[in-house]
């Protein structure tokens, strides 16, 4: 066995033929890691850097005849996935910088037959995206194939103006396995695969803050916080999902902590390092770059805070506050279900930042229901999220702990990923705004949440505790009054889909009562199976939506009126 670095021409050689076992599993990449290819390849073309893109293990096979020579060939035994991700994603960005003689000369044997030849399932797919002439999306003459997925995402999202060919053909590093005929490659396998349990961020920085000689600050600092009890250790260690990544509490922490330190003007971090810093895949490492580049190497930098932040982390972010009612105050919990419920964690870094550094609480809750206001304009418009990283970090650079100036700050974002809708937006969401059913459910909560008097009768339960019901429903068709004409159709069914037509109930309806006329979705069929009448009782949300003789068109737009005029009070900035 020979293990070694290699850049992708020491895997491609134009001499070696890599085989896909024949009947090996088929391709099964999917958007994620598309898109963390291509963000991957973007970032080494942003700082010019080596990146690390995991081993390849191949097997010396048969000799196979190419005219007049013979031509080597290795099985892969692993790292099938990336090496047809990395080709198709090469296909594409070499169609759309008109580049194809240099993939043919770097990807094809003598210019000709294809150097990765796929397996049983995937040939015929692979073999007509290789043959593609133009960067344009292509059929699937049997519809399911990853492989051609692939493709046409890259067709779609690739920025050829954001990539470099030999850039990334110079600095996508691979550790290259290279196994003899006699050597088990299913016991290599099993073991680099299967054997080893991956480390995590903050596995690796206590092996790197601590050793055998700092035992006592070892307890002081690390244990009293994140190891004290079963509880402390369940809450670090709890999961959640962060954009495309499933992550620990505690490294979360760890990213939001880190922030504070890169935003800090003290230390004139460069920009190329700021970039480095960003991605979360490498935050160990980040870490021990800015100790020894910029604190001198010394480590009590990060760890005289870390302590006490890390406390006032676990007092500020609780992941159980979706389970649990909601005072109609703006407030850390609403703001909870803002970041864990409506999953906006980019907020995490500046919610820590403020937790931490104000100690009037009526301060903290303005911003607080300032950036509740601003997330929640922003959703009803559907907005996008790309930019919200960079805003909540420069809030940290620019040291902003008051609610007058972030208020001020927000409402003067002019960049289009940033702004504040005003009232015109905030009505146009309503009445257009297609949703995905979290978001809807959320900004009717937290409505809800608002407008409930003190004394209701009815208690007001935790986020995840509502579904959310389509009034009009989805299959009006089989139970509902006809429309017109075509077009009226098509209307009703957009419609359907707004805010208007969206209620939080306590418990999912029946299918047989959810799609049933208007008379049986309220009432229920007398035969166990509730209705509106019952499932939706209490919530002002409904205010007098349940007393109408009929549910059409005029009465959507009528309620998302209603809902518009009650959002833009709560939410006014």
């Known amino acids: 066995m020979d293990a070694h670095k290699a850049l992708i ?45 995991g081993s390849i293990i191949l ?20 790292g099938q996935q990336r090496l047809t991700t990395f080709l198709i994603f090469m296909k594409v960005l070499c169609l759309k910088t008109g580049q194809t003689t240099m993939f043919d000369m770097q990807f094809r044997l003598m210019g000709q037959t294809l150097a990765l030849c796929h397996g049983k399932n995937d040939i015929a797919a692979f073999e007509k995206v290789m043959a593609s002439t133009s960067a344009e999306q292509i059929d699937d003459p049997a519809p399911g194939s990853r492989i051609i997925e692939a493709f046409n995402f890259f067709v779609k999202n690739l920025d050829e103006t954001k990539l470099d060919i030999m850039t990334i053909m110079t600095n996508t590093q691979f550790v290259k396995i290279d196994l003899d005929e006699d050597e088990d490659e299913q016991q290599i396998f099993d073991t680099i695969n299967s054997l080893g349990v991956n480390l995590t961020t903050s596995e690796l920085l206590k092996n790197y803050f601590f050793s055998r000689e700092t035992i006592q600050e070892y307890e002081a600092k690390w244990v009293s916080v994140f190891e004290k009890d079963d509880d402390v250790k369940a809450y670090w260690d709890t999961e959640l999902e962060t954009g495309r990544l499933k992550r ?31 991605r979360v895949d490498h935050l160990s490492q980040s870490y021990q770059h800015f100790i020894n580049t910029y604190c001198g190497g010394n480590k009590n930098v990060v760890l005289d805070a870390m302590h006490d932040y890390a406390l006032c982390f676990m007092n ?64 009803i418009v559907h907005a996008s999220t790309k930019n919200y990283n960079n805003l909540f970090t420069s809030l940290i650079l620019n040291q902003v702990l008051d609610a007058d100036t972030l208020q001020a700050k927000l409402k003067n974002a002019g960049d289009a990923t940033t702004y504040t809708p005003d009232d015109n937006e905030l009505w146009n969401g309503f009445e257009n705004s297609k949703l995905v059913n979290l978001q809807s459910k959320g900004i009717i909560y937290l409505i809800e949440s608002k407008i ?44 359907l889909l707004t805010l208007g037509n969206l209620a939080i109930i306590t418990q999912s309806l029946n299918a047989s009562i959810r799609d049933a006329t208007w008379d049986m979705k309220k009432a229920g069929n007398g035969n166990g199976k509730p209705g509106l009448a019952l499932c939706a009782s209490g919530l002002c949300t409904l205010y007098d939506v349940l007393t109408k003789v009929a549910w059409d068109e005029n009465e959507i737009s009528a309620r998302a009126k209603w809902l ?10």
């Open 9 to 53: 021409q020491d895997i491609f050689n134009n001499g070696t033929l890599i085989e896909v076992p024949f009947f090996q599993r088929s391709y099964v990449w999917k958007g994620d890691l598309w898109q963390r290819l291509l963000d991957d390849m973007e970032f080494i073309v942003k700082t010019g850097k080596p990146h690390f893109f």
């Open 59 to 78: 097997k010396v096979g048969r000799k196979r005849r190419q005219g007049d020579l013979f031509t080597v060939c290795k099985t892969v035994v692993d």
């Open 248 to 278: 620990a509490m505690i490294d979360i922490f760890f990213d939001a902590y880190f922030q504070l330190f890169i935003q800090d003007r003290n230390y004139n971090i460069t920009n190329e390092d700021k970039l480095m810093y960003a």
């Open 316 to 379: 500020t972010f609780k992941l159980d506050q979706c389970e649990r009612s909601i005072p109609s105050n703006f407030g850390v919990e609403r703001i909870n279900v803002v970041i864990f419920g409506l999953k906006n964690t980019t907020m995490i870094p500046y919610i820590l930042f403020v937790a931490k550094n104000i100690s009037d609480d009526a301060e903290k809750n303005r911003i607080y229901g300032i950036l509740e206001s601003y997330i929640m304009r922003r959703m």
């Open 452 to 495: 409930r008097p003190s004394n209701s009768a009815v208690a007001l339960l935790g986020f995840n505790q509502y579904s959310l019901e389509h009034l009009m429903p989805k299959k009006w068709r089989n139970n509902w009054t006809p429309c017109a004409t075509d077009d009226l159709e098509r209307q009703r069914d957009s419609i």
């Open 564 to 573: 518009f005029e009650q959002a833009r009070t709560i939410w006014s900035l």
